[in-house]
């Protein structure tokens, strides 16, 4: 079956980093997205990687690996804005997302 | 900016009831989804629609139903509404190429009672 798997919850300190991990199983593969949820709002697009390597857009950094199926999200300089959920999703080799359920991180001052 | 809107929030019916959520975006895309969210699950797609009149079933189509006669609109069906359709119904639209972004609307929390 497919499956994505990411930590349910994190916890970061402010002006900190923090590595949001993704692992996926699909039927074919076409790339991976990464989605901000702030609570109770839409989730908002973050970054979209197809080859391996990582793309790098401000504070936000994401990587492929795609023979060992592993994204990651990186956070620098973490600001308090910074709390919600990041949702991960796959591209199937029928163009379908496959979402994960999503990291909640929670940032302290 | 692209913009998607919902037509409801929030949404309280009652069990049996009949419920219309619409969704509409203002960028001329051709493809639109709903989806459903539920606490620690990822978002599950119900329906999608690749064109006008067109509709492919999701993951879970079962007591839904979807229309789109025009191409800026994609509604949401219950036909009659069950407390396990209790969720969070997101809308989202994207151009074309399967591999581009999805948009999303805000969201209707709907409750059945």
């Known amino acids: 079956g497919q499956n994505i798997d990411q930590p349910t919850e994190m916890t970061a300190t402010e002006g900190a980093i923090v590595q949001i991990n993704c692992t996926y199983q699909t039927s074919g593969f076409n790339g991976l997205f990464w989605y901000q949820q702030h609570a109770g709002e839409a989730p908002t697009f973050l970054s979209y990687?197809?080859l391996d390597g990582l793309e790098e857009k401000g504070r936000f950094s994401s990587f492929l690996s795609r023979s060992k199926g592993y994204s990651y999200l990186l956070l620098k300089e973490l600001q308090m804005k910074d709390s919600a959920s990041y949702l991960c999703?796959?591209?199937?080799?029928?163009?379908?997302?496959?979402w994960g359920a999503g990291t909640k991180l929670i940032i302290k001052p | 900016d692209v913009k998607v809107t919902q037509s409801s929030r929030y949404l309280v019916k009652r069990t049996g009831e009949k419920v219309f959520l619409e969704c509409v975006q203002d960028m001329d895309h051709e493809n639109m989804f709903w989806y459903r969210q539920d606490p620690g699950l990822g978002l599950r797609l119900i329906y999608f629609s690749y064109d006008v009149k067109m509709k492919e079933k999701g993951d879970i189509p079962e007591g839904y139903s979807v229309s789109r006669e025009k191409k800026e609109r994609f509604s949401l069906i219950l036909e009659s509404a069950s407390t396990n359709q209790t969720s969070m119904y997101l809308c989202?639209?994207?151009?074309?190429?399967?591999?581009?972004?999805?948009?999303f609307g805000p969201g209707t929390r709907l409750t059945v009672l």
């Open positions: 990687n197809v």
């Open positions: 989202a639209s994207s151009v074309g190429t399967d591999y581009n972004e999805q948009f």
């Open positions: 999703a796959a591209l199937d080799s029928n163009y379908q997302l496959i």
